[in-house]
């Protein structure tokens, strides 16, 4: 079985399958992803393969920068993606914007 590059939380699965959700954001350690990438997409909890994105942008962006525009991007509010943010990445204040379809 081929390796997923990429994985998302479950919870995440039905809106970007539906095009709803087209970025995420991500540390460092994430960074290294580029516009052209197609890569497979996998379930956090499982690591069952979804789908395939294409990575159509990359930029930075810091907690205090993060807009609308990204919370509209991951299908949620401001508040809620800042949230969810934190939770995820504790003590992080930079992170790396991964904009993506769904191919």
């Known amino acids: 079985m081929q390796p997923n590059d990429i994985t998302f939380f479950q919870r995440f699965q039905d809106d970007i399958l539906a095009g709803r ?4 954001l991500r540390d460092e350690s994430e960074s290294h992803f580029k516009a052209g990438d197609v890569l497979r997409v996998g379930r956090y909890e499982d690591d069952g ?15 205090d920068t993060l807009s609308e525009k990204h919370a509209q991007q991951e299908n949620m509010s401001l508040d809620e993606l800042r949230r969810v943010i934190t939770d ?5 204040h930079q992170f790396y914007v991964i904009e993506f379809k769904c191919l």
């Open 88 to 92: 995820i990445y504790p003590d992080q």
């Open 21 to 24: 959700k087209t970025i995420t």
């Open 49 to 63: 393969y979804f789908c395939t994105i294409e990575v159509t942008g990359t930029s930075t962006v810091t907690l």
